[in-house]
């Protein structure tokens, strides 16, 4: 039986909920004070792991991730250095790989994300892989925009997704 390890991690915008298989960190949910994060992430398990998945609490990896967060957070770190477990389809880890690579404090539009991926047209196809990030924040979902500059979408919702973008030196309103 395969087990998925998880931790609650504070941060300034709330309670975290970190997931990992023995590959890498696999999930990061919001609210995590909530019991629907929990719900969220056991959902996301199901559908993307499959059935007979076990919840384990802790475990080295999720340790480390919650340090990096928590060192991103406290200003010291500008990128994470995690190993992933990454679930999705071609496309959408196609879409995953090219967020990984904006750096921190810039920012691209969906445009940009879908002529990097060599899809210029791509633009909502796009916007839905941003939207189904497993691993918001360690892959920078926040630091897309919409055209002309607006912020639209988070999961986390925009109020998050400002305080990251203003976290990071990004002017953002």
């Known amino acids: 039986m395969d087990v ?8 300034p915008i709330g309670r975290l909920l970190l997931a990992a298989t023995e590959k890498g960190l696999c999930n990061v949910e919001f609210n995590g004070a909530s019991e629907d994060a929990r719900e969220a992430l056991e959902g996301w398990m199901a559908k993307r792991l499959g059935a ?12 480390e991730a919650a340090r990096q967060l928590k060192d991103y957070f406290g200003g010291s770190r500008t990128s994470f250095d995690l190993p992933l477990d990454l679930r999705g389809t071609p496309f959408q880890l196609q879409v995953w790989r090219a967020l990984g690579q904006i750096p921190y404090g810039q920012i691209r539009s969906y445009k940009q994300i879908a002529e990097a991926i060599g899809s210029p047209k791509a633009v909502r196809a796009v916007g839905g892989a941003n939207n189904r990030n497993p691993v918001p924040i360690i892959i920078p979902c926040h630091r897309v925009i919409g055209a002309g500059g607006a912020l639209v979408g988070y999961g986390g919702g925009l109020p998050i997704k400002q305080f990251l973008l203003h976290h990071e ?3 953002a309103t």
């Open 4 to 11: 998925v390890c998880y931790q609650y991690a504070d941060s």
């Open 52 to 63: 007979g998945i076990r919840l384990r609490e802790g475990g080295s990896l999720i340790e």
């Open 169 to 171: 030196g990004i002017p």
